[in-house]
């Protein structure tokens, strides 16, 4: 039984390390797309690709391949060779990464199969996950693909979606994550009768995953440059051009206009909800400690609602962008550890 425990702390320690690579790679996913950094490869090579440019040589033949395409030919021009290598290092970093998250999280696992350590409930969930990350990896060069044609921007339908898969991987690993470190640590709960709290928790989770692929669409839009200005937009609440695209329905999806208003509207609706479930867990009999993480989650809601104003108003300096999109990993990772604490969920 001891030796159990031990195998089963070593899982735990492996899969905070897979999430912590997940979620800094969201942030270098990010600071890819906030730097137009993400059409500097134009080709993907998922081998030979691992190998950077070693010589001057080398550094020439990449620059004169991106020359061929609409980036450089209707953007970039006057782009020097240190230019496009800060922005080759950027997406190489980021498909680095990609492919080290795949190789840490697939040869620990085998191991510990082998070693017959990993519950046989959680293989399945296991296998899952090594699925979604390969589907992502070839998303996101699927995603590149759409930029590299004709219009030097990728599809935001596309970048929102990879954003979002993201979330959702890292999100799914999270969860396992707990759900290990309940069976390392825990007893197993008493289960309980009421259940608002957690269907509270549970909405709340989903909404800020809209919440994250309305983000998406924002920055594949450049949306977060059309009003900057808060709380309202230009001089109302409303802006008056929200419903300029026929047929109306692509207001929502196409209109950068619309797409703000659409995330701004989601952030206020989080904070609402957020709000919810704090009033709701103090009427509610919970352990003082879930009480507290739920205390966490309307504080993280705000400051988060702050750094999205302040993202507004900087004109999306990089730096604010960037801990907008990391408090949204923040107030995701507290939503999710709440929801498995809850002494309902199961262990």
């Given at each position: 039984m001891e030796n159990k425990k031990q195998n089963l702390k070593q899982v735990f320690c492996w899969l905070v390390i897979c999430c912590s690579m997940i979620a800094i790679m969201i942030l270098i996913g990010g600071l890819t797309r906030i730097t137009d950094s993400g059409l500097s490869m134009v080709e993907w090579n998922i081998i030979s690709g691992i190998i950077p440019p070693l010589n001057i040589h080398d550094w020439i033949e990449l620059f004169n391949k991106y020359k061929q395409?609409?980036?450089?030919?209707?953007?970039?021009?006057?782009?020097?060779?240190?230019?496009?290598?800060?922005?080759?290092?950027?997406?190489?970093?980021?498909?680095?990464?990609?492919?080290?998250?795949?190789?840490?999280?697939?040869?620990?696992?085998?191991?510990?199969?082998?070693?017959?350590v990993i519950p046989i409930k959680l293989k399945k969930h296991f296998f899952t996950i090594i699925v979604l990350i390969v589907l992502q990896g070839f998303f996101g060069w699927y995603m590149v693909k759409s930029g590299l044609i004709d219009n030097p921007n990728v599809?935001?339908?596309?970048?929102?979606?990879?954003?979002?898969?993201?979330?959702?991987?890292?999100?799914?690993?999270?969860?396992?994550?707990?759900?290990?470190?309940?069976?390392?640590?825990?007893?197993?709960?008493?289960?309980?009768?009421n259940r608002n709290v957690f269907i509270i928790n549970?909405?709340?989770?989903?909404?800020?995953?809209?919440?994250?692929?309305?983000?998406?669409?924002?920055?594949?839009?450049?949306?977060?440059?059309?009003?900057?200005?808060?709380?309202?937009?230009?001089?109302?609440?409303?802006?008056?051009?929200?419903?300029?695209?026929?047929?109306?329905?692509?207001?929502?999806?196409?209109?950068?206009?619309?797409v703000q208003f659409n995330h701004r509207f989601l952030g206020i609706l989080t904070s609402i909800l957020s709000l919810i479930l704090w009033f709701h867990s103090k009427k509610t009999n919970l352990p003082k400690n879930i009480k507290r993480k739920i205390d966490l989650i309307v504080l993280i809601v705000f400051f988060q609602i702050a750094i999205g104003v302040s993202t507004l108003l900087s004109y999306v300096a990089i730096h604010v962008a960037l801990a907008h999109q990391f408090g949204a990993l923040v107030l995701y990772s507290v939503s999710i550890w709440t929801l498995k604490s809850l002494p309902f969920v199961s262990k």
């Open positions: 395409f609409p980036e450089y030919k209707l953007l970039n021009q006057n782009i020097s060779l240190d230019d496009f290598q800060f922005i080759f290092w950027m997406e190489y970093i980021h498909r680095i990464w990609g492919r080290l998250i795949f190789l840490v999280l697939l040869i620990p696992f085998i191991y510990f199969l082998k070693k017959k599809s935001h339908y596309r970048l929102a979606i990879h954003l979002t898969t993201a979330f959702i991987i890292y999100g799914y690993l999270l969860f396992l994550t707990l759900t290990v470190y309940d069976l390392t640590y825990k007893k197993r709960s008493v289960v309980m009768i549970a909405l709340l989770i989903l909404l800020i995953l809209f919440t994250v692929l309305s983000g998406g669409m924002v920055a594949g839009l450049n949306a977060g440059l059309v009003y900057n200005t808060f709380p309202l937009m230009g001089d109302a609440f409303v802006p008056k051009e929200i419903f300029d695209l026929n047929p109306k329905y692509l207001n929502f999806f196409e209109n950068p206009i619309t």
